[in-house]
């Protein structure tokens, strides 16, 4: 166990750097890259950053991810304007567009409301742009890589305008929305900005091909996908197989569409068994298909440490949220030569309601028993959710009176598909809930200072826009008048949305 001189010496060293790192870079940010843990909340972080240490052979509690190193980190409230709790949703379209919005919407204002079509087509003059048409307008590249399905709530942000996040394809719409409102998938393949993203990577497959999303016509959106970029004498490649991404020549095309898998992508515990990509090779081939003199901008978001958690598998979260940091190191790996241009953000969209409880001592695995509870005589784990659809208390066989839960040893705790205890039982096998407290941001480059104190969640793609001189920054003191070239496709409009001030002021 460390003595004091340890401390005193670790504590003097960490001040050194955090002064050294402390003069802000205020470069023009060339590059944008963002990670979004989904659901990646300040226990399930605490949790990995355990575990990875554990993996490695130490007590876990001293051990840092690469990005709880960065100089700058912040808390972000992540509420939508109509929920204390937030979905991902509402919170993607404030990250990615500045603005907040209402639980469930995505890409759209407060003038839309949830599950209204016409209310869509009334306010769409007012959309907001998403940060993937101001960095088009600015000439830069593109890119979005998901362990979910691409036309999921964080991706579809990026791209699409809808009043409700589960309308990826036109069969799950209401009878009075179809043919007037575009399903998700049809927005990414036909309509502005998503056409023109040069790298989509993720799952999802059944939302664009006939035999899994019907639609007037039985349209093959890969097919409209391919036929746009042939029309405009585009190189490509429409993938399916992480083998098939990783052939010779794809990462020089103009543009890529990699669909791995019918829905989600695997956890990471499960993709051996697979064809799948890792995140980290998605991440590696978008950047190196990304890169380019005016620059790009690149979402990477774990999507499946959500997934686990809603499942109350926490052990799954972990790997996931472990294989999304081995993504990061790959990119500022990828991007050393032009580090000091890049602004890198990693951030999570909301929490979840695990929680590390007890007194454990130091070093006892992260996944395994945390005491004994005196008042039962039964085991409880160090990780636990507040609530959750996988119950498991039952009456005392002892006492009728008293409600016990089961029994668990260390083996069972630490197995890959163990459920973790709840206390307030959820219908479903996905109802565990999201968390509402504030999540954290973590940031390096240009004006990654910036990402400090308490913010609003819209306030990230300020920053971002600010940094690269894009959207409603992009005439910013210290901007040079950009200039738009064809590399990234045809021009795209102009923003025509702009929110400076948090939109929850309209309700004080």
């Known amino acids: 166990m460390p003595h004091g001189d340890h401390w005193m010496s670790e504590m003097k060293d960490d001040l050194e750097k955090t002064i050294k790192a402390a003069t802000p870079n205020l470069k023009k940010a060339k590059n944008v890259i963002i990670f979004v843990g989904d659901g990646m909340g300040i226990p399930v972080t605490v949790a990995s950053r355990i575990y990875k240490g554990q993996l490695q052979g130490f007590p876990g509690e001293e051990t840092s991810l690469r990005f709880e190193t960065f100089p700058s980190t912040g808390l972000i409230k992540s509420y939508c304007v109509d929920r204390q709790v937030a979905d991902s949703a509402c919170t993607a379209t404030a990250i990615f567009s500045g603005i907040k919005s209402r639980y469930a919407t995505m890409g759209v204002d407060i003038n839309s409301n949830y599950n209204d079509c016409q209310s869509v087509l009334n306010n769409a003059i007012n959309h907001p742009d998403s940060i993937v048409v101001w960095a088009k307008e600015q000439g830069k590249k593109t890119g979005l890589v998901t362990t979910a399905r691409v036309t999921h709530a964080t991706p579809g942000a ?32 036909e309509n502005e900005p998503g056409k023109y993203m040069n790298v ?25 996908w391919i036929d746009h970029k042939k029309s405009l004498n585009l190189t490509w490649a429409y993938v399916k197989t992480r083998e098939e991404l990783l052939a010779h020549g794809n990462e020089e095309k103009d543009h890529v569409l990699g669909l791995f898998s019918g829905s989600h992508m695997s956890y990471e515990l499960d993709r051996k068994n697979t064809e799948e990509p890792s995140i980290q090779e998605m991440t590696r081939f978008a950047i190196r298909n990304l890169k380019n003199d005016q620059g790009f901008f690149l979402m990477v978001e774990g999507g499946k440490i959500d997934h686990a958690l809603h499942e109350v598998n926490a052990k799954r979260a972990l790997v996931d949220l472990l294989a999304m940091e081995d993504a990061l190191e790959t990119a500022i790996k990828e991007m050393e030569s032009e580090l000091d241009e890049t602004l890198i953000i990693v951030t999570a969209d909301h929490s979840h309601v695990m929680t590390i409880n007890g007194y454990p001592k130091r070093g006892n695995p992260i996944l395994g028993i945390a005491e004994i509870s005196e008042s039962t005589g039964l085991p409880y784990t160090t990780l636990m959710f507040t609530n959750g659809g996988f119950w498991k208390y039952k009456v005392d066989p ?14 069972e705790a630490m197995g ?25 941001v973590y940031a390096k480059g240009p004006w990654s200072h910036l990402l400090v104190g308490v913010h609003e969640q819209s306030y990230i793609a300020h920053v971002m826009a600010h940094a690269a001189c894009m959207g409603p920054y992009k005439t910013r003191d210290g901007c040079v008048g950009a200039t738009t070239t064809d590399e990234a496709g045809p021009p795209i409009r102009i923003p025509h949305f702009l929110v400076l001030l948090p939109l929850f002021t309209l309700f004080l």
């Not at 799952?203 to 409209?224: A, I, K, M, W, Y």
């Not at 002892?398 to 083996?411: D, F, K, M, P, R």
């Open 398 to 411: 002892n006492n009728s009176s008293q409600v016990v839960w089961e029994n668990v040893t260390e083996e």
């Open 200 to 224: 989509i990577l993720g799952g999802g497959r059944q939302n664009f091909e006939p035999d899994g999303c019907r639609r007037n016509g039985s349209v093959d959106l890969t097919q409209v």
């Open 158 to 189: 990026l791209y699409a305008h809808t009043p409700n996040r589960d309308w990826e394809c036109e069969e799950f719409m209401p009878s009075d929305a179809r043919g007037k409102c575009p399903d998700i998938a049809r927005q990414l393949v």
């Open 416 to 440: 890959d598909d163990y459920r973790q205890l709840q206390a307030v039982h959820l219908k479903g096998s996905f109802s565990e809930t999201h968390g509402g407290e504030d999540i954290a």
